[in-house]
T-cell receptor, first 112, second 114 residues
Framework: GQQLNQSPQSMFIQEGEDVSMNCTSS?????WLWYKQDPGEGPVLLIA?????ELTSNGRLTAQFGITRKDSFLNISASIPSDVGIYFC????????????FGKGTLLTVNP | NAGVTQTPKFQVLKTGQSMTLQCAQD?????MYWYRQDPGMGLRLIYY???????DKGEVPDGYNVSRLKKQNFLLGLESAAPSQTSVYFC?????????????FGDGTRLSIL
């Protein structure tokens, strides 16, 4: 089946630093999604990308859909303590059932 | 706005017991999904339902069954619980079939099998 490689697995940064994480796929995706999961809660959608090369921002978050359609990255600028959590990428390769393939997540810790 | 509601939030079972995890969505979504989340494994799809009355297997369906009798509800059953099914279970729903609308998740059910 399809696999997503998400890196890094974890990051420990100081408040105010910028963060970058990425996902790569062995196959092409039509949609890339980035979710954040806080402890004890379900994943919450941050950014959705629908076109190759698309660059989308949501506040301090910026994500891009790679032009090869096999990768995506998420940047967080000027991190704050509430950015702590697990970030997941997810991809959809097409089809009406809209099954998503998820990366294994990046655990972000922000030191105040 | 409730969105996706999962019950119960926590459950402890003994090996061999059965139970049903419930998921309800109030967004009139056609598609619903059940995932399990294990440390270091991310989210893995157990079953999904593209519409009321239809269900299909996902990546890890063994040991589970599902039911989608009503559009707003998607039930996940464990007939004979095993310790390997200890996990956090998430339900999700999505809008129009085939559209690019993303999935919306509930807050999870934390299940421990002793």
């Amino acid at each position: 089946g399809q696999q997503l490689n998400q890196s890094p697995q974890s990051m420990f940064i100081q408040e105010g630093e910028d963060v970058s994480m990425n996902c790569t796929s062995s196959s092409i995706f039509n949609t890339w999604l980035w979710y954040k999961q806080d402890p004890g809660e379900g994943p919450v959608l941050l950014i959705a990308l629908y076109k190759a090369g698309e660059l989308t921002s949501n506040g301090r978050l910026t994500a891009q859909f790679g032009i090869t359609r096999k990768d995506s990255f998420l940047n967080i600028s000027a991190s704050i303590p509430s950015d702590v959590g697990i970030y997941f990428c997810a991809g959809h390769s097409g089809g009406s059932n809209y099954k998503l393939t998820f990366g294994k997540g990046t655990l972000l810790t922000v030191n105040p | 706005n409730a969105g996706v509601t999962q019950t119960p939030k926590f459950q402890v079972l003994k090996t061999g017991q059965s139970m049903t995890l419930q998921c309800a969505q109030d967004m009139n979504h056609n598609s619903m999904y059940w995932y399990r989340q294990d440390p270091g494994m991310g989210l893995r799809l157990i079953y999904y339902s593209a519409s009321e009355g239809t269900t299909d297997k996902g990546e890890v369906p063994d040991g589970y069954n599902v039911s989608r009798l009503k559009k707003q509800n998607f039930l996940l059953g464990l007939e004979s619980a095993a310790p390997s099914q200890t996990s956090v279970y998430f339900c999700a729903s999505k809008g129009e079939l085939g559209s690019n609308q993303p999935q919306h998740f509930g807050d999870g059910t934390r299940l421990s099998i002793l």
